[in-house]
């Protein structure tokens, strides 16, 4: 069965997106920075390997996963490499294609959007990880400045207490039937994570200064630079548009 990223150009999605790209590599270098040993690594919805690169010599062994094998296949042209394992699976699968395998780091980002039952996918996740194991969780976030400033110029008042998740959908894509897109409370979603049996280790606010004027006439490096900075201090009000969140199991 196809799935829906082999129909799209996801490579090509990221072309003029480098801010976006080295935004959340940031993010990710810093928490590997706080974990000490990776025996076993899983990407669930690694694409075609942009992410890898940068936990690439983390690990002993490395399974990357996704629905799309139009994806996975770029994988295997990208990156040559005999501690990598491709699986050809969604989550809900993931337990049945990794046997014997405790995983000692879960990374998941840009995906958990398209994901309908956050609590059960947290479950699974729980699952999979080994006692005391990682997971690094990116989300869109709901509740980011420009949504907000949105929300308030529309007379709504109750964007910070609605824990709903907001498709970002047209009526049309609904109908067409365009994978879903869902933003999403970051706090009800953390609360969630605590809830399945996570500790909270570190969240950031990642893309804090995305905006096409200023990556138009500022260099990306200096970005780069106020972007390592912002996301720390700018985690506690969730400001930028992607939440990134260090988890560990109990």
Known sequence: MSAFYDKF??????TGRDY???????????????INSITNLLEIG????RLTPVYLHRAKKIFLSDPSSKLLSQVSDKIKSKKIQIIHSSLCNLKQKIINKKIDLIIMVRVLHHIKNIGNSFQQIHDLLSPK???ILE???????????????KGNFTVFYDIFPKDLRSIRSIKNGTIGFNNYHPGYLIEMLRETGFTIVEVRSVSNVRSSILKKYI?????CAIESRLQKIFASIYFGPSTFVLARKK
Not at 9 to 14: N, V
Not at 27 to 34: E, G, K, M
Not at 46 to 49: D, E, L, P, R, V
Not at 219 to 223: A, D, G, I, K, M
């Open 20 to 34: 976006e790209h080295k935004s959340e590599l940031i993010a990710i270098s810093s928490f590997l920075s706080r």
């Open 219 to 223: 260099p990306l490096e200096s970005l």
């Open 9 to 14: 150009d996801y490579p090509s999605y990221w």
């Open 46 to 49: 690694s694409g075609y390997g």
């Open 139 to 153: 989300f869109a976030n709901k509740l980011h400045s420009k949504s907000i400033l949105t929300e308030i110029m």
């Open 133 to 135: 194991g990682y997971v």
